[in-house]
């Protein structure tokens, strides 16, 4: 479609506007709620225990991968009692749980302004203030922030271990996250002396809170099947905690 011809020139200091969104690029819209921009921030006393996933390869995994094969076959539930333990039970790791310093608007101090961006300087100062530290992405060097357009309008802000698969009709688009990925990351800020291991006493803390939860369930488990299988598992994250905990202490 031509452009109509405007009769006066065009003053020296005009801007351009920028196009409309092409068909193809709507089809590109992922039904996502908009979120705003972000900058993940550490805090010492925030922490998550990640047991080791299952070998697949050991005696008790073989073993269990029988169990599970007949009882998928006979369409029963599995009795845990007959299940084995593999070597990768009880083993785990500390990581960082990290959260996030959202670059909005008035939050955690940081406002907008048009001409300026956000004002993340105050946002930075008062998550230092509370023990943060803010993973910068110019510091760590790597962007991890990924943009999509919404289909309502608006932008979301996810970080770049998260996939956007496009649901069929007017369902959200699902987020998968590479959790492999994500952790292998967390691991590399601790080795690259970015942010520091778990101190002994954080660690300790963890294990107390997880003691007292079991200790909580103990008269209830007998009765409840539910409850009990839980806390079986539970147990397998205290021992392991414990062990890692201790290897840290004295390494
Ligand atoms: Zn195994």
Redesign the pocket.
Known sequence: MPLPSTSKPRPSNAIQGSLPPTAQSRRDLARLDKTPNFMLKFHPARWMYVELP????????KHNSKVEREAAKAFESIDPDRLK?????DRGEFLPLLSKLKLDGGVGGCDYSVSRGYNIKDALHNARVQGYTVLEPSKVGLEYVRVYDCVGGGKAHLSMWETVIPAPGQKPAVIVADTVAYHDWLRSLIADGIIPQIDTMTAESMIESLRGKLARGTARRANDPGLDLRMRHDERRLRGMVATARAIAYA
């Open positions: 299952k070998c697949g390869e050991c005696a008790g995994c333990p593999c070597v990768n039970d």
